[in-house]
């Protein structure tokens, strides 16, 4: 006990009675945090709506998800290691209040630096060779490169004349399919990024071009897929050249695939499947597969994480990439959700539960070698088609 004297009056000062308001006064400012993450996480909805599950649920670790779902049905804990099947209600709290992980240092920086919101994507399946590190980022070219008439080499050009012939000899072949739609067109193929290209068949040091692009990929595989009987419509106007034509900067390109987009769903064709092809930005060591001595453009399949309804997306992805893992092991990059600010995140896919956006390549490989993935794209596309036509 301390006597602390102050113009004449004498006060009691009980160490033990300043420890209890320090205490009371920390407990007060935490109890105040969780209270304004609860009230800020619930927004105006004043309710618990699924999309606030969803927030809170992806900050958790799975083995945290595992033991609160085990709270109700004690099976999911038998799948947890021995020491982890009790839950921890201090981390799971500073989890669900903070949408902090210590694991996942993207969690602490994926706010604060310029950037570093790419890494909001998501990982679903991860092929051979796939982490954070070899994702590329979209980023729309300079202003000069949209515009600018890049130049094709000679041999390329004279690739898409090539190409452009050989589509009425894949129009026969459909029709003399043993299976085959007839006159009936399911697949609609669209390249949103039209004038992106490939280094070793340019000229220039950039990767874009409105003669020798991703197009020609398109109609490789639109060629193959009538192979194996199934009517295929590739949009032939330029998504790019109709963005321009509206004044339109290049992050609003999938605003302008989507008006192809819509026509088609609404369309008299009934389209059943919808593909957008790209071309990745990464090197050639991350997009290149060599398949019975045979390189091909390595494929990635993304599904729009911002899309409500991406659970339907995915499952096609899920099937393709299985096939193509079965059947051309190695060719797969796996399955991303890409979402957040840094992107589009839903690419349209809401307009159909079976539309998939598909990176073929890098901006390294050739066109033959992504030819070569067309060919292969095509063989598991129709098998996943026809599939689904013996189980309706």
Excluded at 75 to 99: I, R, Y
Aim: glycine residues 6%; aromatic residues 8%; negative net charge.
């Amino acid at each position: 006990m301390k006597r602390a004297g102050f113009r004449g009056i004498t006060i009691k000062v009980n160490r033990t009675s300043i420890k209890k308001l320090i205490i009371s006064c920390v407990l007060g400012v935490i109890s105040l945090f969780i209270l304004i993450s609860l009230l800020t996480s619930i927004g105006q909805a004043r309710g618990v709506t699924s999309d606030n599950i969803h927030e809170w649920s992806v900050g958790l670790i799975s083995e945290q998800l595992l033991q609160v779902m085990g709270m109700e049905n004690s099976h999911f804990t038998e799948m947890l290691p021995e020491g982890e099947k009790h839950l921890q209600l201090t981390p799971l709290a500073f989890h669900v209040m903070t949408s902090l992980n210590p694991e996942d240092p993207r969690s602490f920086l994926g706010r604060e630096l310029p950037g570093f919101t790419f890494f909001d994507s998501q990982i679903y399946i991860a092929g051979e060779g796939t982490d954070y590190t070899t994702l590329s980022h979209e980023s729309s070219p300079p202003i000069d490169v949209q515009l600018a008439e890049r130049d094709a080499k000679e041999e390329s050009l004279e690739k898409v004349i090539q190409l452009e012939k050989e589509a009425e000899e894949a129009k026969r072949k459909q029709m003399e399919s043993e299976q085959t739609t007839g006159d009936k067109n399911v697949v609609y193929l669209i390249n949103t990024h039209d004038t992106e290209s490939f280094l070793p068949e340019l000229t220039s040091e950039e990767a874009f071009n409105k003669k020798v692009n991703i197009t020609q990929t398109s109609e490789k595989l639109k060629q193959e897929l009538e192979k194996h009987g199934i009517g295929t419509v590739k949009e032939e106007r330029s998504v790019q050249e109709s963005l321009h034509q509206k004044g339109w900067n290049y992050n609003r390109s999938y605003e302008a695939a989507r008006i192809f987009l819509e026509e088609a769903v609404a369309g008299q064709e009934e389209f059943e499947l919808f593909f957008d092809l790209h071309r990745d930005s990464k090197g050639r060591d991350k997009t290149t597969a060599t398949i019975n001595g045979v390189d091909y453009a390595r494929a990635m399949l993304v599904v729009g994480g911002n899309n409500p309804d991406a659970e339907f997306n995915t499952k096609m992805a899920e099937e393709l990439d299985s096939l193509l893992e079965k059947k051309y092991p190695g060719l797969s990059r796996g399955v991303l959700y890409k979402e957040g600010a840094s992107t589009n995140g839903v690419f349209n896919q809401d307009l159909s539960p079976q539309m998939m956006l598909v990176e073929v390549g890098g901006v390294e490989n050739t066109l033959e070698e992504t030819y070569h993935t067309a060919e292969a794209l095509a063989d598991v596309i129709s098998e996943y088609y026809w599939r689904q036509q013996k189980e309706e």
